[in-house]
């Protein structure tokens, strides 16, 4: 299986083109699409993507990442063996988040010329470099057979997360096409009716009971207080924070947008006050 994740968009050929590419060379190959709407040259919120989907996918899938920046310069495309995964991606930090949780990873340049194209371009290396690494991956090559080994791939600073007593700092990560909000503090656990434990996705923290009922949360100049197990614990359209599904503190409106409800944007600072 291929699971691929861009910022390409679906009104352009360039994610066909790629899986043109890898069934010419597997015709056998299973695709399958995570996302192709991160916003353009956003490496932080493809990690973010690529961290919360890849747990899902069968033992041996091969991830296709391409959100580059800054292809065509001297940046290099990589392939990663990583746990039970291999992922393919330009070496800019976009595989980072998953990196800091599957810590036991081999990684290779894609130097080798015979699984590439012929003719490399300089603007599309989804299509001449990294969608056959895909496929020939897929197939059964050997990583090390695409090139040499590459040690200390491009790191991004890890997510915003901190613990001070009884407040934990995060920042804002995603906004989803519903407008939740979803922010860097997680994991978070139900462990009873009105309690939660946090067990920090980012840093080195020990994990930290929450009392849900009394927490209080701020962002964008509101403060919330409690937090809710569902969406339909609020009235309609009330802002509430609630626990997504990957775990993460979420601020969102009951069928409605948080996102036009409060004045923020990627990298805000949120902050979680548990007593």
């Given at each position: 299986?291929?699971?691929?994740?861009?910022?390409?968009?679906?009104?352009?050929?360039?994610?066909?083109?790629?899986?043109?590419?890898?069934?010419s060379i597997d015709p056998q190959a299973q695709i399958v699409d995570i996302t192709h709407s991160i916003q353009p040259q956003n490496v932080r919120q493809a990690a973010f993507a690529l961290l919360n989907s890849y747990r899902y996918f069968p033992e041996g899938t091969v991830f296709l990442v391409v959100v580059d920046p800054g292809v065509g310069?001297?940046?290099?495309?990589?392939?990663?063996?990583?746990?039970?995964?291999?992922?393919?991606?330009?070496?800019?930090?976009?595989?980072?988040?998953?990196?800091?949780?599957?810590?036991?990873?081999?990684?290779?340049?894609?130097?080798?010329?015979?699984?590439?194209?012929?003719?490399?371009?300089?603007?599309?290396?989804g299509r001449d470099i990294f969608a056959p690494a895909a496929a020939h991956l897929g197939k059964g090559v050997a990583l090390r057979a695409l090139g040499t080994p590459l040690l200390n791939?491009?790191?991004?600073?890890?997510?915003?997360?901190?613990?001070?007593?009884?407040?934990?700092?995060?920042?804002?990560?995603?906004?989803?096409?519903?407008?939740?909000?979803?922010?860097?503090?997680?994991?978070?656990?139900w462990v009873a009716p009105e309690r939660l434990t946090l067990n920090p996705r980012f840093g080195e923290f020990a994990t930290q009971p929450i009392p849900a009922a009394t927490a209080t949360v701020e962002l964008g100049g509101v403060t919330l207080t409690g937090i809710r197990h569902a969406f339909g614990e609020a009235e309609r359209g009330e802002l509430i924070t609630i626990v997504e599904s990957n775990g993460f503190l979420e601020i969102a409106v009951n069928q409605g947008s948080a996102v036009a409800r409060l004045d923020v944007t990627i990298g805000d600072r949120v902050e979680l006050q548990i007593g």
């Open positions: 299986m291929i699971a691929l994740l861009t910022d390409f968009g679906a009104a352009d050929i360039y994610v066909g083109v790629m899986k043109g590419v890898i069934l310069t001297d940046r290099k495309p990589i392939a990663i063996h990583a746990g039970k995964y291999k992922f393919v991606a330009p070496d800019n930090g976009v595989l980072s988040y998953v990196l800091y949780e599957l810590r036991d990873a081999f990684a290779v340049e894609l130097s080798n010329p015979t699984y590439q194209l012929t003719g490399v371009s300089s603007t599309f290396h791939p491009i790191a991004l600073p890890e997510p915003q997360l901190g613990i001070n007593g009884k407040r934990i700092t995060g920042e804002v990560m995603h906004i989803d096409h519903f407008g939740n909000i979803v922010t860097s503090i997680g994991s978070l656990r």
